[in-house]
């Protein structure tokens, strides 16, 4: 959808928004899809290492969150900047506009295709591997309690 936008910039503001709203559900579809592979990466942690550390994986998880937002901030701010925005001033140059719409539809569609191939190509959980491994721990935990 951000691709979408930003291959037709002269859109309404009505379709601009309706555009970005669906490309807004398909991200927040995929940031609860991220949280079930914390899930899949604490089974797999204790398929690999035989024990279950919930609470480290969750933690590191939530670590690297943060510092992701602050990064992204940051580098947010920055990247603005690059492209010429002034905050000083009360009208944008249209290169720094042009910037801004780019950096809000162009940049996001490539960073989430980016993912997308790395989640493809490179995770190594796929849906029968964790099937697996679910059945692998809970019939290694009916051992453990016998």
Not at 29 to 53: H, K
Not at 65 to 71: C, N, P, T
Not at 118 to 145: G, H, M, S, W
Request: charged fraction near 15%; charge should be neutral.
């Amino acid at each position: 959808m951000y691709a979408v936008l930003y291959f037709l910039p002269h859109l309404t503001l009505t379709y601009f928004m309706v555009i970005s709203s669906l490309g807004t559900f398909g991200y927040a579809f995929f940031n609860l899809v991220i949280w079930a592979f914390v899930t899949d990466v604490i089974d797999y942690q204790e398929y690999l290492t035989g024990v279950r550390e919930d609470g480290t994986v969750y933690s590191i998880y939530s670590f690297a969150r943060k510092v992701g937002q602050a990064l992204a901030g940051g580098i947010g701010g920055f990247a603005i900047g690059f492209v010429g925005y002034n905050a000083a001033s009360k009208v944008q140059t249209e290169g720094a506009l042009s910037g801004i719409y780019t950096l809000g539809t162009f940049v996001p569609a490539i960073v989430l295709f980016v993912i997308f191939l790395l989640l493809v190509f490179f995770y190594p959980l796929n849906k029968q591997l964790t099937i697996r491994l679910a059945a692998d721990l809970e019939e290694k935990r009916k051992c453990l309690k016998s």
